[in-house]
């Protein structure tokens, strides 16, 4: 089962939003494996944006996860990264769909409110980068079988 990290990022967690962005995941019928509340350090931060690294963007972005406590989730299902990204929107909110949820909440690209995995291999890493496997909780919900079809 293909699994994204999702981050409420400090802007998110601040306007009191991880109700609404956890409301969304769980409508659209994924799975929730981990979560956990917490402050990110300076040495979090730089792993998880190691591809940033150089870009003109690079110190505000580490500010700003830095800034503040923030919701970490993994979610999990089938195509669950691409779905997830959908959900989100694009990176730029002024360029994300109508519906999606920094269409809805957000106006800057450094205010974006939430990360989410870009492709699968990202999701398997950010996973391991950010939760210890018994912070994971594999499990199964009755319901799968009327959201998942195998
Ligand atoms: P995403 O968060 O949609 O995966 P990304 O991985 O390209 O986007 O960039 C990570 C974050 O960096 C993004 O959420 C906001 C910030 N960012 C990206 N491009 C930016 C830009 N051109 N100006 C300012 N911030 C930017
Ligand atoms: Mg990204």
Redesign the pocket.
């Known amino acids: 089962m293909e699994r994204s990290l999702i981050l409420v990022?400090p802007d998110g967690v601040q306007r009191g939003l991880i109700g609404e962005v956890i409301a969304r995941f769980e409508r659209r019928g994924l799975r929730l494996v981990g979560a956990k509340f917490m402050q990110v350090s300076l040495d979090l931060a730089k792993q998880h944006?190691a591809?940033?690294e150089g870009?003109?963007?690079y110190d505000?972005?580490i500010a700003y996860i830095t800034s503040a406590p923030v919701m970490a989730m993994v979610w999990e299902g089938p195509n669950a990264v691409a779905a997830i990204?959908q959900t989100?929107g694009?990176?730029?909110p002024v360029e994300s769909a109508p519906g999606t949820i920094r269409h809805d909440f957000a106006l800057e690209?450094?205010r974006?409110l939430?990360?989410?995995?870009?492709k699968p291999e990202t999701g398997a890493r950010e996973t391991a980068l950010w939760f210890k496997n018994d912070e994971l909780v594999d499990w199964k919900r009755d319901v799968d079988r009327w959201v998942f079809e195998k």
């Open positions: 990022k944006y591809e940033h870009k003109p963007f505000g972005l990204r989100v694009s990176t730029k690209v450094g974006n939430i990360h989410a995995s870009d």
